[in-house]
């Protein structure tokens, strides 16, 4: 029988279980629920002992004789005697053929088929020898065997019902057992093949969920047309996700793709689709698959959300912006699409509306049970940093420390604005705890560098440096440091003063320019027939602050001349022979051209 209710409970069970992206997590978290303890179990029962066999020839034997003798009825009562005492399922159905046979032959046609179907509900499979028997006798053990298949098909679905009360109860330890209890009658059963397996997936159980799905799937491809397409589609969905978890993005594209060609209306599987896709870095097919999945369900903020983050990862920050607008207007208690239209506004370089937007996730999640609440406290740092906001930035990173103590950024920018307010020795701490979360960032060793040498710990600043530039070989600023901090170490190894920051002491009184204070990476935007150095961040107090550069900022070109990336820039600067005090940058900023001046000595 086709369980289409029972389906239908189970397929939105499943839906629970899907993954939604938001920020940087992880789509897919298992389904917990508390251990159950079982139920005490009662001491077991023994049968009675069977009688002693009486001395002489054993039953079967006195049956036989029985039989020989025209005896037919008693030889069927000791046979029948033979069957309830044995134990083993297929021994018992051999006594109970024997038994329906002779009452077959007495033309008690009732009482044989009764006996057969008795000892088929438990040996469906039981090898009977047909050639032994009359047609009649054989046409009734095929009849007996049908019913009582059907018999144990019914009684396997009225178990698979009761599993989806477990289910939707959490009790996912009795669930099983209902369950393969059901598929010892019918192995075959799609439903509880698909249930069982979506058990195993909501337990944490991955690899037994797979090889259920599987199973299911072998099912259908043995016998075509066995498993229902919603039960199939269902299935294929499944496999999908579990291999998408697992990173196994070539199998989990060739599972979801015979999914939404099996079942195109089914909006959760394009949107595994696209997650997957996504992730594979096929952003076009990812994009095609989001937009597929909100036709059909334009209202899914989950959708929308994954297709939003789309949107970011490739910078496309106006099409972000535009889609988490109509999400937060459809959405407004949803801190997730307040946490991503912050992210997208923070890239479009409106840090005022990213700011308003990331208070309002923390209003909305203010005890931080959804967890947006801590990344959202955690942008915020770097959203107020940005502004030159020190003291808003000390408090946002607090904030999202008090959530999640490992969070590395939070620890990194609020030593960077520990370092805004002068509070070196408070940005020296934070820094280190950064990188005893995470040692191998470049970045992190450079900040904590210059926090050094502001303490005049040179040879600190030094070794931070150098391992800036072990982990990233090519670092520039790092690079440039360490040159900055080895020549006044070597300075004050000589006995000179240290070196001012306009004069290098190996090269005779040739000036040397300060260092800008700029963390940069290249911004290629050849499509727009752009070049040049994106500003990733400023340090405060830096050269490049006093003369106003923003993150966010590129710079197209210095002194007239146009540059390709952040190494061409500062090689420029740190070659500037001093013959005057400072640069003109050209820089594009919220899409507008500007000229800046940088007094370098």
Same mark, same amino acid.
């Given at each position: 029988?086709?369980?289409?209710?029972?389906?239908?409970?189970?397929?939105?069970?499943?839906?629970?279980?899907?993954?939604?992206?938001?920020?940087?997590?992880?789509?897919?978290?298992?389904?917990?629920?508390?251990?159950?303890?079982?139920?005490?179990?009662?001491?077991?029962?023994?049968?009675?002992?069977?009688?002693?066999?009486?001395?002489?020839?054993?039953?079967?034997?006195?049956?036989?004789?029985?039989?020989?003798?025209?005896?037919?009825?008693?030889?069927?009562?000791?046979?029948?005697?033979?069957?309830?005492?044995?134990?083993?399922?297929?021994?018992?159905?051999?006594?109970?053929?024997?038994?329906?046979?002779?009452?077959?032959?007495?033309?008690?046609?009732?009482?044989?088929?009764?006996?057969?179907?008795?000892?088929?509900?438990?040996?469906?499979?039981?090898?009977?020898?047909?050639?032994?028997?009359?047609?009649?006798?054989?046409?009734?053990?095929?009849?007996?065997?049908?019913?009582?298949?059907?018999?144990?098909?019914?009684?396997?679905?009225?178990?698979?019902?009761?599993?989806?009360?477990?289910?939707?109860?959490?009790?996912?330890?009795?669930?099983?057992?209902?369950?393969?209890?059901?598929?010892?009658?019918?192995?075959?059963?799609?439903?509880?093949?698909?249930?069982?397996?979506?058990?195993?997936?909501?337990?944490?159980?991955?690899?037994?969920?797979?090889?259920?799905?599987?199973?299911?799937?072998?099912?259908?491809?043995?016998?075509?047309?066995?498993?229902?397409?919603?039960?199939?589609?269902?299935?294929?969905?499944?496999?999908?996700?579990?291999?998408?978890?697992?990173?196994?993005?070539?199998?989990?594209?060739?599972?979801?793709?015979?999914?939404?060609?099996?079942?195109?209306?089914?909006?959760?599987?394009?949107? #595994? /689709? &696209? *997650?997957?896709? !996504?992730? +594979? %870095? $096929?952003? =076009?097919?990812?994009?095609?698959?989001?937009?597929?999945? @909100?036709?059909?369900?334009?209202?899914?903020?989950?959708?929308?959300?994954?297709?939003?983050?789309?949107?970011?990862?490739?910078?496309?920050?106006?099409?972000?912006?535009?889609?988490?607008?109509?999400?937060?207007?459809?959405?407004?208690?949803?801190?997730?699409?307040?946490? #991503? /239209? &912050? *992210?997208?506004? !923070?890239? +479009? %370089? $409106?840090? =005022?509306?990213?700011?308003?937007?990331?208070?309002?996730? @923390?209003?909305?999640?203010?005890?931080?049970?959804?967890?947006?609440?801590?990344?959202?406290?955690?942008?915020?740092?770097?959203?107020?940093?940005?502004?030159?906001?020190?003291?808003?930035?000390?408090?946002?990173?607090?904030?999202?420390?008090?959530?999640?103590?490992?969070?590395?950024?939070?620890?990194?920018?609020?030593?960077?604005?520990?370092?805004?307010?002068?509070?070196?020795?408070?940005?020296?701490?934070?820094?280190?705890?950064?990188?005893?979360?995470?040692?191998?960032?470049?970045?992190?060793?450079?900040?904590?560098?210059?926090?050094?040498?502001?303490?005049?710990?040179?040879?600190?600043?030094?070794?931070?440096?150098?391992?800036?530039?072990?982990?990233?070989?090519?670092?520039?600023?790092?690079?440039?440091?360490?040159?900055?901090?080895?020549?006044?170490?070597?300075?004050?190894?000589?006995?000179?003063?240290?070196?001012?920051?306009?004069?290098?002491?190996?090269?005779?009184?040739?000036?040397?320019?300060?260092?800008?204070?700029?963390?940069?990476?290249?911004?290629?935007?050849?499509?727009?027939?752009?070049?040049?150095?994106?500003?990733?961040?400023?340090?405060?107090?830096?050269?490049?602050?006093?003369?106003?550069?923003?993150?966010?900022?590129?710079?197209?070109?210095?002194?007239?001349?146009?540059?390709?990336?952040?190494?061409?820039?500062?090689?420029?600067?740190?070659?500037?022979?001093?013959?005057?005090?400072?640069?003109?940058?050209?820089?594009?900023?919220?899409?507008?051209?500007?000229?800046?001046?940088?007094?370098?000595?």
């Amino acid at each position: 029988m086709r369980n289409v209710a029972g389906l239908a409970l189970a397929a939105a069970l499943l839906a629970l279980a899907t993954p939604v992206a938001s920020g940087a997590q992880t789509p897919g978290a298992p389904v917990q629920s508390e251990e159950l303890q079982p139920a005490a179990t009662p001491t077991p029962l023994a049968p009675p002992a069977p009688a002693p066999a009486p001395a002489g020839p054993s039953l079967e034997a006195q049956a036989e004789e029985r039989y020989n003798a025209g005896d037919l009825e008693g030889a069927a009562a000791l046979y029948r005697q033979l069957a309830v005492a044995t134990s083993s399922p297929q021994e018992r159905m051999r006594l109970l053929v024997a038994a329906a046979w002779l009452e077959h032959q007495l033309g008690h046609l009732e009482d044989a088929a009764e006996l057969l179907r008795q000892g088929l509900a438990d040996a469906p499979d039981f090898p009977f020898q047909s050639q032994n028997y009359s047609q009649p006798f054989v046409d009734l053990f095929l009849q007996a065997r049908q019913r009582a298949v059907s018999e144990r098909r019914q009684h396997a679905t009225a178990l698979v019902q009761r599993s989806l009360q477990e289910i939707a109860a959490d009790d996912l330890q009795r669930a099983r057992a209902t369950l393969v209890q059901a598929l010892a009658l019918a192995p075959d059963e799609p439903f509880g093949l698909f249930n069982l397996a979506l058990v195993e997936m909501k337990a944490g159980r991955r690899d037994e969920a797979a090889a259920g799905f599987e199973r299911l799937l072998a099912v259908e491809a043995g016998h075509p047309g066995a498993v229902p397409m919603e039960v199939r589609s269902s299935a294929l969905a499944s496999l999908g996700l579990l291999y998408y978890e697992k990173d196994f993005l070539e199998d989990a594209r060739r599972y979801l793709e015979q999914a939404v060609a099996l079942d195109p209306a089914s909006s959760r599987s394009w949107n #595994n /689709l &696209g *997650l997957t896709l !996504r992730k +594979a %870095g $096929d952003t =076009v097919g990812a994009e095609q698959a989001f937009r597929k999945a @909100l036709a059909l369900v334009p209202d899914d903020v989950q959708v929308a959300n994954n297709l939003a983050l789309l949107f970011i990862g490739a910078q496309r920050w106006a099409d972000a912006v535009a889609l988490l607008n109509s999400i937060t207007a459809r959405a407004a208690s949803d801190p997730l699409g307040f946490l #991503n /239209l &912050g *992210l997208a506004q !923070r890239g +479009a %370089g $409106d840090r =005022v509306a990213a700011a308003a937007s990331l208070q309002r996730v @923390l209003a909305l999640d203010a005890d931080n049970k959804r967890g947006t609440a801590a990344r959202a406290a955690s942008y915020l740092a770097i959203v107020r940093y940005e502004q030159g906001d020190g003291a808003g930035a000390v408090a946002a990173a607090r904030q999202a420390l008090g959530w999640r103590p490992e969070d590395v950024d939070a620890w990194v920018y609020l030593g960077l604005a520990q370092q805004m307010q002068k509070d070196l020795a408070g940005a020296r701490d934070s820094l280190q705890r950064a990188l005893a979360l995470d040692p191998a960032r470049p970045e992190i060793h450079n900040n904590l560098g210059t926090v050094l040498v502001a303490l005049a710990d040179l040879a600190g600043a030094a070794a931070e440096f150098q391992q800036a530039l072990t982990i990233r070989p090519g670092f520039v600023e790092a690079q440039a440091n360490l040159d900055q901090v080895r020549a006044r170490q070597l300075g004050a190894q000589v006995g000179a003063p240290a070196a001012p920051a306009g004069r290098d002491e190996n090269r005779g009184h040739r000036r040397r320019p300060k260092s800008l204070g700029v963390r940069f990476a290249d911004a290629d935007f050849t499509y727009l027939g752009i070049k040049g150095a994106l500003v990733e961040s400023v340090m405060g107090e830096s050269t490049a602050e006093r003369a106003g550069l923003r993150k966010g900022d590129v710079v197209l070109g210095v002194d007239g001349k146009p540059i390709e990336g952040p190494q061409q820039l500062l090689r420029y600067l740190r070659n500037l022979t001093g013959e005057r005090d400072y640069v003109e940058m050209d820089i594009l900023r919220d899409g507008k051209p500007r000229r800046l001046r940088v007094d370098m000595f």
